[in-house]
C-alpha cells in the first residue's frame, strides 16, 4: 500500500503536481486547506464525496468557501477543492469523477486545484480502472477525467504550466 | 540563373502551397519550410522522439499494449457497420443525437444547422484535426457565426490562417519568437509578449472569456466505445473540457473509424496513446464523457440557463471506401499519435507544411489525404524514402512505408507515360504496370540493369558519368542531381572477383553460408563483398557467393510495386537452392536485408515461403557475432583491436532499415567486445535514404537532414580528435563521405583488417 504511496508521489511530482500527505482527519485536512488557501479569498467545493461527509462539513466552514456559487462567482474564483475517486501510482494521476455537484468546474475553472485522495484508493496503472473489479467497477461507469499535474501546453515554445486549466494541482494525500 | 528552381516565391504562404497535386508546390513547400520554419520543427519533433523512446522504453507491457491496440482496431473497423448501430441506439437512448456525414459538407452543414438552431453567434472549439479536414470553420464563419479556436495551437493557426503541421501540435513550426511578432502585427498590442507565460496568459485571457460566452462548444474524440457511447478525449491544456462543459450545446465531431466496441477496450489505449503521442505517461487531462453531461451548462447574468444538448457528428468522408480498399483499410487503424511524423528524419527537417496536405501531415498524412480527399493530394508522399524509422513506432503497427509505396504505385499508373521513362522502362524489362512511372524514378527502380551494362566496361562507363555534359544530361532527363558525385562502376565486380578466390576447404565447416550478391555491393562497393568473405572463411565457414539479382528494394522505394514483385519471386526462386543446401544468407547491404526480414512479407503469395527466408536471412556482421557465439569462441581469438588501420576510436551510423530490422546491437557488441570505442549516432535517417538525396528535387532537402548528422560526428570528435568513421549502408556511405569529405567504411571492412593471420 504505501509503495503505491510512494510511487504516486514520485510520479505526481514529476507531472508538476505538489503532494502533501495528511492524516485522513477532518481536523488535519482542515487545517492543510487553510494553510494552502491562506492567500486565496474564494474558493468553491465540488463535492468531495471520497472522503467522510465529515471531512466535507469541516472544509464548509472555512473563510473564503461560497456555497451555492452563481456561475459569475465560478468564473473569478480562486481556488477549487474537490474528492479524487482514485489515484494511478505509474503516472501520478488523480481521478475525479463528473456530474458530481461542481466537481468539473471545481477541478477546472479555478487556477488552483487542491485534490483530496485516500491513499487506499490508488492504483497501480491507469488501465485498471477499467476493470469492474477495481473499485466497485466506478471507473466504467462514470464520466471522469484522469488528472495529470497542472494544465500546461508547449504551443508557444517552452513548456508553460498552467494554460486553460489550474495553474497549480495540490493533491492532498490521506493516509 | 538556375532554371531548375521555381523562381522567387520563398514568401510562399503555407496555405498557397497546401494543396500538393501539383510538383511544383511540394517543391516550393520545401524551399518554404527550410527557409523559414525549419529549426521550429527540428527542435519540437526530435524533442517529442526523445521524450517518445523514453516513455515507451518505461512502459513494462509496451508490445503487448500495441499487440492489444492493433487487434481491437482490427476488430473495430471489421465490425464497424455493428458498432455504429450499437452505437447509434446507446446515444439515443442517453439523449444525445447522432449524424453520419457521408460527404464534408454534409457534416458541416449538420453543425451549421444545429448552431443556427440555437441562434448561435459564438462557437468554441476544442483542437480537433477531423473539423479541419471537412473545413467546419470555412462554413460556420461563412454564415456569419464566430468561431473562437481555444486550443493555443490552432489559436495561433486561426491568428495566421495556414492549415495545421501536424496532428497533434498543429503550430509546432512556429518557435516562439515567429509567434510573439504575429500576435504584435495582428492584434496591435504594445504589451511584451516576449516569454512563453506572456503569450499563454495574452491567449488565455482572451479565450477565457469565449468560453464563459460560447453558445456551442465543438470538440473531437480520440476514441468512441460503442457500448456506453463514452468520448475519450486526450489533452494538455484544459479547453476539451472547456468545450465540452460550459456551453450547453457540445459538438463532437470524429472519424467514424475512432469507432471501438468497448468502453473496457479503451484501457490499453491510455498509455499508450500518450507515450507515443508526447512521451508522457498521461497528458494533463484524458477525459472519458458519455454526453451529455449531468452537469447544467453554464451561464452568465442575463443568459437563459439552456438544457443541455449533445450531437455526435461521425464523418465517413471517404472512409467507408477506404475500408474496403485493400491497402489503406489499414490507415483506418491510426489512432493519430504522431509517432510517425516525429521518427521521421524528413518530417523532422521540414514539417507538414511540406510533407503534408491541406490537413493531414507526414507518414501516415498521404493514405489520410488520399482517403479524405483524392489521390493527387498524396503526392507529398513522395518525401517518405521508406526508411521505415516509423514502423516500431506506430501503436497500432500500421506498416506506412508499405502505404506510401502503394501510394506512389498508384500515382505512377496515373502519371502520363512519358518517352524517355517509357523507353528505359522497356529496356530494363520493368513490370508492365510500371512504365509510366516518371524516368527518374524507373532509372532507380531498375538501377540493377544500368548498374549490369555500366559495369561491363567500367573505365568506359565511369568517363562518360563523369563528364560534365552526360551529368547535364542525367539531371535533365533523369532528376539526378549534379552536385552528388555518383558511385563509380569498380574494375572488377563482386560476383567476378569471387569466382577467381578459390574455397579452402581442409576441415568440415562451421557452418554454409551463401553470400548475396546485393546490387549495391555487386556493383557499386564490391570491396565490402570481399571484405566478407574473409571474414566468414577466417571462422571457417563454407561460403559461396550467388550470382547478382536485383531483390526488388530499388524498384519499390520508386511505388515501381509489380517490377518489385517480380524481382522478389525471382530472388527467392533462385536462392532456394542455397537454403536447400544447408546455407544461411548472409547479405551487406542492409536495404537489402531489410527486404527479406520485412518488405517480402508484402511481395512473396506465399507467406511460409517469406518466413523462411525471413529466419534464414543475416547482416554480415550479425553472422559473425552469431558464429562466435555458438562457437563459444572469443572475438579475440580472431580480431585484434592493434591492427585497425583507423585507431580504436569509431563514429558509427547504422543503417535506417538495419535499426528497423534490429540488426544494430550486434555490431555494436562485437567493436566494443574486440575492444573499440563507439560513439553512435542517433540520428533516425542519414538523409540520403537510398536514391532520395540523389534527387535534383530533394538535393537541398537531402544536405539538410544530414546536417544533423554530419553535427553529431562534429560533437562526437569535439576535443578528442578525430573518429575513424564507419556506415553499414552504401549510400549513407556516400552521405557520411559528402558531409565530412572522409573516408568512410562498413564494419566488416574494419573486421577483415583486423583479422589475426591463421597460424
Redesign the interface.
Known sequence: MSELSDTFEANAREAAAIVERCAHAAGAVRQAVERITANTSRIVIGGPEYVESEIGNHLFELPGVIRRPADEQLATADAGITGAFAGVASSGSVCVALGMELSATASLLMPLHIVLLCAARIVARPRDLFDPACLGGEGLRRNLVFITGPSATADMGPLVRGVHGPHRLHILLLE | MDKSKPAGEINQSPRTVANKSDKLNLLRAIRMTLEIQSPAIRR?TQTFNRNRYRATSALPDYDALKDQARQIKENAIAHLSENLQKLETVVRARGGEIFLAPTAKEACDYILAVCQRHDAKLVVKGKSITSEEVRLNHTLQGAGIEVAE????EF?LQVADEQPSHII?P?LH????R?TALFKSKFKTELPLD???E??KF??EK??EK??RADVGVTGANLIAADTGTLMLVE????I??SS?LPPVHVAIAGVEKIIPT??A???F??LLSASATG???????????PP???PP????GKPRKQREFHLVLVDNGRMKMRDDPVLHETLYCIRCSACLNSCANFQTVGGHAFGGETYSGGIGGAWEAGTGKLENARFSELCTGCSRCVNQCPVRIDIPWLNENLRSRLNEKSELSTIGGFLGLMSAAAAKDRSAPATKIFFGDYHYFAKWGARFPSLSNAIAGTRIVRWAMERFLGLDRRRSLPSFPRHTLVATARKIPAKGEKPPAAKAVLFADVFTNYGLPERGLAALRVLRALNVDVAVSESIPEGRAALSQGMIATAKKCAERTVSRLQRYLDDGRDIVIVEPSSLAMFRRDCRHLLDDAGQFERFRMRTFDTVEYVARLLQQSGRHAKDFFDVVRSPVGAKLFFHAHCQQKTVGCVEPTTTLLRVIGFDIVTSSVECCGMAGSFGYKKDFYELSMAVGADLFQQVAEAEKGGGPLALLASGTSCTEQLHAGTHRIVMHPIELLAAILIPSK
Not at chain 2, 174 to 177: N, Q
Not at chain 2, 236 to 239: A, F, L, Y
Open positions: 519540437n481555444s486550443d493555443l495551437a495561433i501540435a503550430a512556429y518557435g516562439r519568437e509567434i516569454t512563453g507565460e503569450l499563454t491567449a488565455r479565450l477565457r468560453f464563459l494538455s491544456e484544459g479547453n473540457r472547456m462543459l468502453r473496457r479503451m484501457a490499453p491510455l498509455e508522457q505517461k498521461m497528458t494533463s487531462y484524458t477525459s472519458f464523457l458519455s453531461l449531468d452537469d453554464f451561464a452568465l447574468p
